[in-house]
């Protein structure tokens, strides 16, 4: 999403201090308006008591990236969609992670995902392309072995991985490219990846959907569907599944 100069003019002129940011005194409402849609898109929320808006990290991360005059709407751009608990445990036993297991997350997010599977093993990666979910990874306790921030699909693949357990964005119908790409950072003996898709994954014609569903045919993959509003508390209710393949 691309700001309008008067907006990033607005927030150059806006200050920041722990979560909250303040907007510097009165303004047109109209010009408000766009700036406060530009604040929730970088994940701000108006709070009627502090006078300011409220962000789940520090506010002066998100304000540098404002006044950069554009800002990633999670959901609809990058169709970030947090996993819920009840996905995760699913997922987790589907995994089979073993003590010993180097294991990849390469859509991390806040945490979800990454926080439990830590608690099984020694050794987990995980790639996240949102700066405003860095700072949540770390302070995630226990065997987080490296914290890269960028885009998964740029990343040249090297097949160390025991397993990879992921949740990859839905915007655009990208998941499938994601999942393909993760695949080929598994050991080519052993390696598992369960990972959340639409259910689409069982009927859709794309040139992906089909290459990710030969593959997972071809090697006695299973797709679970997952019951209707597993990822309602997250802001959609698309229909999703869960893909579970070995090499």
Known sequence: MHLD??????????S???????LPGQLDRKLYV??????????GKWDR???????E???????????????????SEL??????????????CWACIRPGDKVLEPSAGKGNIV????RLCKSVTAVEIDHQHIADLKKIAGPLDEIIEGDFLQIEPKPIFDRVVMNPPFADLTAPRHILHALKFLKPK?????????????????????????????????????????FHESGTDVRTCIIGVSL
């Not at 008591?49 to 962000?55: D, K, M």
């Not at 990290?57 to 959901?75: D, F, M, T, Y």
């Not at 169709?79 to 987790?92: K, L, N, Q, S």
């Open 5 to 14: 100069t008067e907006v990033v003019d607005v927030l150059k002129r806006s």
């Open 16 to 22: 920041a201090s722990g979560n909250q940011l303040k």
């Open 34 to 43: 766009k700036v406060a849609k530009a604040i929730e898109c970088a994940g």
């Open 49 to 55: 008591r502090s006078g300011s808006h409220l962000f």
């Open 57 to 75: 990290g520090p506010a002066e991360e998100a304000l540098r990236i404002l006044q950069g005059g554009s800002v990633v709407n999670q959901k």
């Open 79 to 92: 169709g970030y969609f947090p996993t819920p608990d009840e996905v995760v445990g699913a997922m987790i």
């Open 115 to 118: 926080r439990a599977v830590s």
């Open 190 to 230: 052993g390696g598992r990846l369960v990972s959340i898709c639409p259910a689409s994954i069982e009927f859709r014609k794309t040139k992906l959907f089909n290459e990710l569903r030969s593959f997972v045919e071809d090697h006695d993959g299973d797709i679970l569907p997952l019951k209707e509003g597993s």
